[in-house]
């Protein structure tokens, strides 16, 4: 199968794995790999670079095949059979036979060195499969389960990278997905109505008077449309305070970064507030700037965690997701490098302590 959707991906890989560290490894490969995320996830890019090297590189091979399966079933227009072939191009990636093709052959080496379960790539398409179809949803539990097969699962497929399997940090990674694609659609919704899609939830349009299949031919933003979408920023508020407890439980050289995806996309949400709530006539941007300042805020989430809610309901529709990880050594894949022992080490200790903290046990009891 040739077609210009595959240039990019042929051109960011090359014949080389992005895995490497040795000199078999392209700096070109990478460089380019940082182009694509700089033009198709700008938030994303931002973030990535404060990642460490072990876990930015096979992140990036995820976050190019995901990409790249995207964006063939929207382009793909109605032909059905394009579902199909990604199903086996996964079944060959499992099999340890990918395509020849870059970003099969990437893929394949990061779900076996990271031991990602299959059902969460076959979730992910599922997500762009409900894309293809045009499904709308009734209920924020519907969109919960939307969301959780289009981001949640790459919110699970990065705990497993970053060497993270415990599932309560897994559930909260899976939130930030949730989080994130509720932003995602907050902002887009001109956009999305122009391409005749809708991904607001159609009972709160029809609590507004809106009939969504109307308002769709002719989408225009009013006080009703902007009451809808204050109610999704809410809802990814919620979200994003539940999910932020669980960067404590991630590796401390993975916090900043994940902690910065957090506040950069939180803060598109502040900046459709700032636009009177309106994204039906434009869509908000947070400015490289902006990007950059809330970077360094997030350099703080390396000594500063957030203590968890005793409190918080399950979302139903993630816990799939969190049951299919495995439940085993959460760093059992660092064992090479010094590097990666001592990473190990460290958040061993940090895990211990935290356990101690909370049974509120003296460290060296006394007799």
Same mark, same amino acid.
């Given at each position: 199968?040739?077609?210009?959707?595959?240039?990019?991906?042929? &051109?960011?890989?090359?014949?080389?794995?992005?895995?490497?560290?040795?000199?078999?490894?392209?700096?070109?490969?990478?460089?380019?790999?940082?182009?694509?995320?700089?033009?198709?996830?700008?938030?994303?890019?931002?973030?990535?670079?404060?990642?460490?090297?072990?876990?930015?590189?096979?992140?990036?091979?995820?976050?190019?095949?995901?990409?790249?399966?995207?964006?063939?079933?929207?382009?793909?227009?109605?032909?059905?059979?394009?579902?199909?072939?990604?199903?086996?191009?996964?079944?060959?990636?499992?099999?340890?036979?990918?395509?020849?093709?870059?970003?099969?052959?990437?893929?394949?080496?990061?779900?076996?060195?990271?031991?990602?379960?299959?059902?969460?790539?076959?979730?992910?398409?599922?997500?762009?499969?409900?894309?293809?179809?045009?499904?709308?949803?009734?209920?924020?539990?519907?969109?919960?389960?939307?969301?959780?097969?289009?981001?949640?699962?790459?919110?699970? &497929?990065?705990?497993?990278?970053?060497?993270?399997?415990?599932?309560?940090?897994?559930?909260?990674?899976?939130?930030?997905?949730?989080? &994130?694609?509720?932003?995602?659609?907050?902002?887009?919704?001109?956009?999305?109505?122009?391409?005749?899609?809708?991904?607001?939830?159609?009972?709160?349009?029809?609590?507004?008077?809106?009939?969504?299949?109307?308002?769709?031919?002719?989408?225009?933003?009013?006080?009703?449309?902007?009451?809808?979408?204050?109610?999704?920023?809410?809802?990814?508020?919620?979200?994003?305070?539940?999910?932020?407890?669980?960067?404590?439980?991630?590796?401390?050289?993975?916090?900043?970064?994940?902690?910065?995806?957090?506040?950069?996309?939180?803060?598109?949400?502040?900046?459709?507030?700032?636009?009177?709530?309106?994204?039906?006539?434009?869509?908000?941007?947070?400015?490289?700037?902006?990007?950059?300042?809330?970077?360094?805020?997030?350099?703080?989430?390396?000594?500063?965690?957030?203590?968890?809610?005793?409190?918080?309901?399950?979302?139903?529709?993630?816990?799939?997701?969190?049951?299919?990880?495995?439940?085993?050594?959460?760093?059992?894949?660092?064992?090479?490098?010094?590097?990666?022992?001592?990473?190990?080490?460290?958040?061993?200790?940090?895990?211990?302590?935290?356990?101690?903290?909370?049974?509120?046990?003296?460290?060296?009891?006394?007799?």
């Amino acid at each position: 199968m040739t077609s210009k959707l595959f240039l990019n991906p042929l &051109m960011i890989f090359k014949n080389q794995s992005l895995l490497a560290d040795g000199p078999s490894s392209s700096v070109s490969d990478t460089i380019q790999c940082e182009e694509l995320m700089r033009g198709g996830s700008k938030s994303f890019f931002a973030a990535s670079r404060v990642l460490p090297k072990r876990v930015r590189n096979p992140a990036i091979a995820l976050y190019a095949f995901c990409r790249l399966m995207d964006d063939i079933v929207d382009e793909g227009g109605e032909d059905v059979s394009i579902i199909q072939q990604l199903v086996e191009r996964l079944d060959l990636i499992y099999a340890g036979k990918p395509i020849d093709v870059p970003a099969d052959r990437a893929l394949a080496i990061v779900v076996t060195e990271f031991k990602i379960p299959k059902v969460l790539l076959e979730a992910l398409l599922e997500g762009f499969t409900w894309d293809k179809e045009g499904r709308r949803y009734h209920t924020l539990d519907e969109l919960y389960d939307y969301a959780a097969r289009v981001a949640g699962t790459v919110g699970a &497929m990065m705990s497993l990278i970053m060497g993270t399997r415990d599932h309560i940090a897994v559930e909260r990674a899976c939130e930030l997905g949730l989080a &994130m694609q509720l932003t995602n659609i907050a902002r887009d919704v001109g956009e999305d109505a122009r391409n005749g899609r809708l991904y607001l939830p159609t009972q709160w349009l029809e609590e507004e008077g809106i009939d969504p299949e109307e308002w769709l031919k002719a989408p225009i933003f009013n006080s009703k449309i902007a009451r809808v979408v204050d109610r999704l920023l809410k809802a990814a508020d919620i979200l994003y305070q539940r999910s932020q407890s669980g960067i404590a439980k991630l590796p401390r050289d993975c916090r900043a970064a994940i902690y910065g995806a957090r506040l950069v996309y939180a803060q598109i949400g502040r900046q459709i507030e700032k636009q009177a709530l309106d994204s039906v006539t434009q869509r908000a941007i947070v400015s490289s700037s902006q990007k950059k300042l809330l970077m360094l805020k997030a350099l703080s989430a390396m000594v500063h965690v957030v203590k968890p809610k005793a409190d918080v309901e399950p979302i139903r529709a993630i816990q799939y997701l969190v049951e299919a990880v495995p439940f085993e050594d959460p760093y059992a894949h660092y064992g090479g490098s010094l590097e990666q022992r001592i990473v190990w080490v460290i958040n061993t200790l940090e895990k211990a302590e935290r356990h101690r903290l909370s049974r509120m046990q003296p460290l060296y009891p006394t007799k």
